[in-house]
């Protein structure tokens, strides 16, 4: 496992995190009307969920299990692994869902849901980073 290029990945992640809470409006209404917040909060919590899968796809190379064929799969993979909790894992596919809808246009973005995942939600990534940190330590030790 090539832990540097996770510790980078969180990182960016990190960062993501960040600008999402910096740029997020106080409500729903105002998201609606700001092209900019729109476009930093989609773009950064696209990216979000995208780091997510990709370190997990690194810890998911580290077991004995197939690879998974969805981003979703990440995760049940991850939970069955016991390295994030099943409903943590839940809560990364509907993000994954998420990045899906914003990155492939699949239909129109509802901005009081994004809010919603802005305001209430970027404690699932933290929850993700934290468990991901708390398996390179078990494999440091």
């Given amino acids: 496992m090539d832990w540097d290029v996770v510790e980078q990945k969180l ?24 092209y900019d917040a729109q476009d930093i909060l989609s773009l950064n919590l696209s990216r979000a969920v995208q780091l997510c899968v990709d370190v997990g796809a690194h810890l998911v190379a ?20 016991m390295i994030i909790d099943m409903d ?9 869902g998420f990045r899906n809808l914003t990155v492939h246009n699949y239909g129109e ?7 919603a995942i802005a305001s209430y939600h970027l404690t699932d990534f933290e929850a993700f980073a934290k468990a991901v940190i708390r398996r390179m330590a078990a494999d440091s030790a």
């Fill in 11 to 34: 990182e960016s992640l990190r960062r993501c995190l960040r600008r999402v809470e910096e740029k997020c409006p106080p409500d729903a209404e105002t998201l609606a009307r700001n």
């Fill in 62 to 81: 580290t077991l004995d299990s197939p690879p998974p064929s969805t981003m979703g799969q990440t995760f049940d993979i991850l939970a069955q692994a």
């Fill in 88 to 96: 943590l894992a839940g809560r990364m596919k509907k993000a994954g």
């Fill in 109 to 115: 973005i509802n901005w009081s849901i994004v809010h």
